[in-house]
């Protein structure tokens, strides 16, 4: 079973389309974060949310907005998309209480056209 | 503010070489876990090691190695004899124990290993 599943893997898609990206656990646990991979390969932290609660929103545009319906799921929607916005996208989740090492999804590639 | 910072962009050796990997780090708390990921071609991202700011021992995992030198706030990554599998983009972490406990990465480095 995977840990941290995410869908699509891939999305190509036009500028100005409303896009959404879904995250799920099955680890149980409390915090779950959305990535952004840039083409340099940067990693940096666009929200985290812990028992569905939002903890870390690191000055990303309002076009995202992340929904956490229960802990296990984190989802992202994007509205109106930019061509800067192509990047790879990585959910991760990390019990609360311990630090140990993050849980990561596959990534989601969007490429915006 | 936490930073993490992988002066190296990019490295490249001959398979069979020893290669180090640096990470120097910065932060005001008193205690907090260090992580080293690697990121390999096919895009995942693959936990390696993690480090608690009071236990300053070395670790040594088969061709892995770890230096964690708290004086210098540095915690490096060797690899001796390396592999051609060992090609990768590789990350280096700090996070906090209070608080919101956000993964701060370094800009990754580069690591090709050729033939």
């Known amino acids: 079973d995977t840990a941290v599943s995410q869908t699509p893997k891939y999305l190509v898609t036009q500028m100005g389309n409303d896009k959404s990206i879904k995250c799920e656990q099955n680890?149980?646990?409390?915090?779950m974060y959305w990535y952004k991979q840039d083409s340099k390969k940067f990693l940096k932290i666009m929200f985290s949310?812990?028992?569905?609660?939002?903890?870390i929103n690191e000055t990303v545009p309002n076009r995202f907005s992340p929904k956490s319906p229960d802990k296990a799921h984190l989802n992202l929607h994007i509205n109106s998309l930019e061509l800067g916005d192509s990047a790879v996208y990585f959910c991760?989740?990390?019990?609360?209480?311990?630090?140990?090492?993050?849980?990561f999804g596959q990534g989601t590639r969007l490429t915006v056209v | 503010a936490q930073k993490v910072t992988q002066a190296q962009t990019e490295i490249s050796v001959v398979e069979k070489e020893d290669v180090t990997l640096d990470c120097v780090y910065e932060?005001?708390?008193?205690?907090?876990?260090l992580f080293w990921y690697k990121q390999p071609p096919s895009g995942e991202l693959v936990f390696l090691i993690r480090?608690?700011?009071?236990?300053?021992q070395n670790e040594i995992s088969g061709r892995y190695s770890w230096n964690f030198q708290k004086s210098t706030s540095s915690f490096n990554f060797t690899i001796t004899a390396s592999q051609v599998v060992d090609s990768a983009v590789y990350f280096c972490?700090?996070?906090?124990?209070?608080?919101?406990?956000?993964?701060?990465f370094g800009q990754g480095t580069r690591l090709t290993i050729n033939p």
């Open positions: 991760a989740s990390r019990p609360q209480g311990r630090v140990t090492e993050a849980f």
């Open positions: 680890l149980g646990h409390d915090t």
């Open positions: 949310y812990n028992n569905k609660e939002l903890i």
């Open positions: 932060t005001r708390d008193t205690t907090y876990y």
């Open positions: 480090r608690n700011s009071f236990d300053e």
């Open positions: 972490d700090l996070s906090r124990i209070q608080g919101a406990q956000k993964l701060v």
